[in-house]
């Protein structure tokens, strides 16, 4: 087995990573099962149920044990947020996140974009997108402000069911937060650009609906490392043990990029001080 430190003086990290290290030890600790036991190239160690709070008013949710590229996380925002479903956007910013999933054509059926801003096109076509903002705008404390990225309908045609699939928008003293609901989460390799994602998603809403960033909250049904990750995970958070200094990163948005017109490259996380890169394997 592996050994991992209690975390004894965490007065260096943000909230945010000691409660993602804590995940990480709470799954390794107290699995429920051994996930795809028959599949030796993609085994896991799976717990059921847990959560993730991020509180953004403390400061951007980015790693700093290990280092982290917001282009990625930027681009998809983007892919996302403008319906995309072909990878040709990753490939001309050299991002090769979704290369396993895409057909030779680079196209990935109705996915999360599709989902977002054309639901069960052509049958429908539902702006989800639009209908929140519109609703945060006219009547902010609503609580039938639902996107749903989980169509059974369209489930056979897309390479990969979204993994968050449900989430709910909350008002609370002026702040805006986010439930997201996952059916499956790689808490190691994939969880943290989720975060990250969601966490520029919530800004750039608010710019938009005139709100401040409130919290973030991940519910993971199925909550995995892949056994092959277990290594650059123990060197992870031996690193955050290791941090010796506070960075309190920030999302510096420009005046003229919103939440329509943004272009990945514009965007910057500053103050960011990561110890080091890790080559993590992504795995289908």
Not at 25 to 45: A, V, W
Not at 264 to 282: D, R, W
Request: charged share 25%; glycine share 6%.
């Amino acid at each position: 087995g592996l050994y991992f430190p209690a975390l004894q003086n965490t007065s260096y990290m943000n909230k945010y990573e000691k409660d993602y290290v804590g995940l990480l030890k709470d799954i390794l600790h107290n699995p429920d099962t051994k996930d795809r036991e028959n599949r030796t190239e993609s085994k896991t160690i799976m717990a059921f149920g847990k959560s993730l709070e991020v509180d953004l008013r403390e400061s951007f949710p980015i790693l700093q044990g290990r280092k982290m590229f917001p282009k990625t996380f930027f681009t998809e925002l983007k892919w996302f947020l403008e319906g995309e479903t072909n990878i040709q956007r990753f490939k001309d910013a050299g991002v090769s996140i979704w290369n396993l999933w895409a057909d030779d054509n680079g196209d990935l059926g109705p996915v999360y974009g599709h989902q977002l801003r054309k639901f069960n096109y052509p049958t429908n076509n539902v702006d989800q997108l639009a209908y929140i903002i519109d609703k945060l705008k006219s009547d902010p404390h609503d609580r039938r402000m639902v996107v749903s990225l989980w169509n059974p309908v369209q489930l056979d045609e897309m390479k990969l069911p979204p993994c968050y699939h449900t989430f709910t928008f909350c008002v609370t003293n002026g702040e805006l937060n986010i439930d997201i609901a996952m059916r499956s989460s790689d808490v190691f390799v994939g969880l943290p650009y989720d975060v990250a994602l969601f966490a520029t998603m919530n800004t750039l809403i608010c710019k938009e609906v005139g709100l401040k960033p409130g919290r973030l909250k991940f519910n993971l049904a199925d909550a995995h490392i892949y056994w092959d990750n277990r290594g650059d995970m123990h060197e992870y958070i031996w690193e955050v043990l290791g941090l010796n200094k506070e960075s309190w990163p920030k999302l510096n948005i420009p005046e003229d990029q919103t939440l329509y017109n943004f272009e990945p490259e514009n965007l910057e996380i500053t103050e960011y001080l990561p110890v080091k890169y890790l080559k993590v394997k992504v795995v289908k």
